[in-house]
């Protein structure tokens, strides 16, 4: 009865997948230790592409459904209702903001030109967390309007020379600026050599830092919003600046920080964001997810698009400034500048928004340099006159030093964001001590955090049976399992050919592949040869699915799936709770399999190098499904990723947030001693911890 009872259960495990997809790719005659399962197409793409094509799939579904809940916008209750729900969205996803602590802020140096002067100016935005700017100013005396201006992803930041001449032209015309190198950026970088050189480009040194801000729930978007919240204090506390006439402008990545600050900062009454603003659907239909600063965790699930940036601000007056042949697109510029419209219309403030597009490509041409400065002329000053900017000298980067040595880190008493990160870690460690007071109660909030739903409720896989090979003693079927729509999982199940099985069926897992140890002689077929059988499985984004390395000269210390990772991310989904399914379902699978020979209904699983931290999730939060778990070079401590300088290939085993309930120690410690076991654990670097000597 029991037997009828666990075939019945696990048939829809075992029924085909319909499409012939394994059969109609490859051929029968194929070699029997041929260990490639999948074709070389899977509807139309390359296995190491999968994982993209899924998830933009996701993406766009989601983005769908944010531009219809946008079209039922009518009155004025719900266009409120909508600027909350998104602004609760943005600033629960960075976790909220420091307190506010004195700028201790100082002027270095001065120069005067014969239409305006400016200061150098370094001011704390945290505690030892120098700022290095420089204040433009209309020689008239003030009170004058003033923009904060974040520079975009340049290695001189606030010296180059574009961004010196959009600075130059609004103290020209009257509005001060304070341009500012945003960190990791001019006289902010914070990893160098032992040369003295910079370590990353400022894009990488911003994805570096962001692994560690995830695992805490915040972004490095926050400091940096952070940042040009307290150039807005520093402004508003001179006597020369007219507090109530703030402004932001910015290109690139300044226009994505232009952008988040007038969303997030009522002061900002007018903004200027440029070759920025898209939309996330032309973003992925074109360049794809972009620097971590521009991955707002769980974004596009949540509705919250580029136009929602623009339209949080309503009705304070925004120029969306866009270049015809940017690389970020001008067609998803003019979609969300049209969303935007009809938002401002609505408030009865319709020409409060506006758009110019110059025929350039990516920067800050002459046109927005104009258009920024005229924008901000019309709401500050009341005047719509021509401005034109003649050509005038800028200076070179020494000129516009503001710390002695060129670097804000070499001050006393200097501090990275790595160390605000480590500071901020044992504080939720304390937190977390008091939740897994009740292990219970603390795995439920683990499941809330990473979303990994339970087994009972994840649907059975489709199935589908390739050939079959034989070695002596040996028979291996390859698999093809499917989770969900779009995902394939390639395996490989070893099935001894005595009829007597011992010992319950066992889960392998590699992070190289789960060919690595499938050869004749190896570690699978020695399991199989002892009477267990085997599944060889490659989770999703491994192995047979994993990403090309292409040319990512970051992929080394990110993991060369970090464009995979980032979409996951804007989607609120992480590998390791994706992954960790894939390994609930093959457990299922594999217990199915078993139904019909062995009473058996759990499974030992083995885990070697990056699937560790999914597996050790799925061991700890269905205990029941397995008998014992073997890891092995796997991720200890999610800690010493925080603490660590720089990690390695360690947003794939990223959850967001987890810090502020768990440890991977305390999914550890939730498992019975016996039942675990884990040899050579890495540390954040991929490094043994605690090799012997």
């Not at 020369?240 to 226009?255: L, Q």
């Not at 002329?377 to 710390?403: H, Y």
């Not at 993991?559 to 996951?568: C, H, P």
Request: charged share 25%; glycine share 8%; with cysteine.
């Amino acid at each position: 009865m029991r037997m009828n009872t666990l075939k019945a259960c696990f048939s829809r495990f075992l029924a085909p997948a319909g499409a012939a997809l394994l059969l109609t790719a490859l051929s029968t005659g194929a070699a029997a230790d041929d260990l490639v399962v999948l074709p070389p197409q899977l509807e139309g793409a390359a296995p190491g592409m999968m994982m993209e094509t899924h998830l933009k799939k996701l993406a766009f579904t989601a983005l769908d459904r944010r531009d219809a809940a946008f079209e039922k916008i009518q009155s004025r209750e719900q266009i409120l209702a909508w600027q909350e729900n998104r602004r609760e969205a943005f600033e629960s996803a960075l976790g909220g903001f420091p307190a506010r602590t004195t700028l201790n802020a100082r002027t270095t140096g001065q120069m005067a030109f014969a239409d305006y002067r400016l200061e150098k100016i370094i001011f704390e935005s945290q505690p030892g967390f120098h700022v290095t700017a420089t204040l433009y100013l209309p020689l008239p005396p003030g009170p004058h309007p003033a923009v904060v201006h974040p520079t975009g992803h340049s290695e001189n930041a606030k010296a180059r020379d574009l961004y010196q001449r959009a600075s130059i032209v609004l103290a020209k015309n009257g509005v001060a600026c304070l341009c500012y190198d945003p960190i990791g950026q001019g006289e902010r970088r914070q990893y160098f050599e032992a040369n003295g050189k910079p370590s990353f480009g400022t894009t990488g040194e911003h994805s570096v830092m962001d692994v560690s801000c995830s695992l805490l729930g915040t972004n490095v978007a926050r400091y940096m919003i952070w940042d040009g919240m307290r150039a807005v204090d520093y402004l508003q506390a001179r006597t020369d600046i007219d507090p109530a006439r703030i402004g932001a402008t910015g290109i690139s990545g300044g226009g994505t920080m232009s952008a988040y600050l007038s969303a997030l900062d009522e002061r900002i009454a007018v903004a200027a964001p440029g070759c920025y603003l898209t939309g996330f659907r032309r973003l992925l239909e074109t360049l794809g997810p972009q620097d971590a600063e521009q991955n707002i965790f769980g974004q596009i699930i949540r509705g919250l698009d580029h136009g929602d940036y623009v339209m949080l601000r309503a009705p304070r007056p925004t120029l969306i400034m866009a270049a015809t042949r940017d690389y970020f697109d001008i067609i998803g510029a003019w979609h969300l500048f049209r969303q935007s419209k009809r938002f401002y219309t609505r408030l009865g403030f319709s020409e409060r928004v506006d758009l110019i597009e110059p025929d350039t490509t990516h920067g800050f041409p002459t046109e927005m340099r104009v258009g920024a400065a005229r924008w901000m002329r019309r709401w500050f000053l009341g005047s719509d006159a021509p401005v034109i900017e003649t050509d005038f000298p800028v200076l070179n980067d020494d000129q516009l030093r503001c710390t002695p040595e060129g670097q804000v880190l070499r001050l006393p008493g200097a501090r990275t964001l790595i160390d605000f990160n480590r500071d901020w870690e044992p504080r939720l460690a304390a937190e977390r001590t008091k939740l897994w007071r009740d292990p219970g109660a603390a795995l439920q909030e683990v499941r809330r955090i990473t979303g990994i739903r339970a087994a009972a409720d994840l649907p059975g896989p489709k199935v589908e049976l390739g050939r079959k090979g034989e070695r002596k003693g040996v028979s291996i079927q390859h698999v093809v399992l499917q989770p969900e729509p779009g995902i394939w999982l390639p395996a490989l199940r070893f099935e001894p050919e005595t009829a007597t099985r011992t010992g319950d069926p066992v889960l392998y897992l590699h992070g190289a592949g789960k060919q690595i140890d499938a050869a004749p002689g190896g570690p699978i077929e020695t399991l199989a040869l002892s009477g267990r059988t085997v599944l060889a499985v490659d989770v999703r984004g491994l192995g047979e699915t994993s990403r090309p390395r292409g040319r990512d000269t970051m992929g080394a210390v990110l993991g060369f799936n970090s464009r995979d990772t980032n979409l996951a991310y804007l989607l609120g989904k992480s590998f390791v709770a994706m992954r960790a399914e894939d390994v609930l379902v093959c457990a299922r699978y594999l217990v199915g399999v078993r139904a019909g020979s062995s009473l058996t209904t759990r499974v030992a699983m083995v885990s070697i190098g990056e699937p560790g931290v999914p597996a050790l999730h799925a061991a700890a939060l269905e205990p029941q499904l397995f008998s014992s778990l073997k890891l092995q070079r796997s991720l200890a401590s999610w800690v010493d990723v925080v603490r660590a300088p720089v990690s390695r290939n360690q947003k794939v085993n990223a959850v967001f947030g987890a810090l502020r309930a768990y440890d991977l120690t305390d999914l550890v410690a939730s498992l019975p001693k016996d039942k675990i076991a884990i040899t050579e654990p890495l540390d954040a670097t991929g490094q043994l911890v605690n090799p012997r000597r």
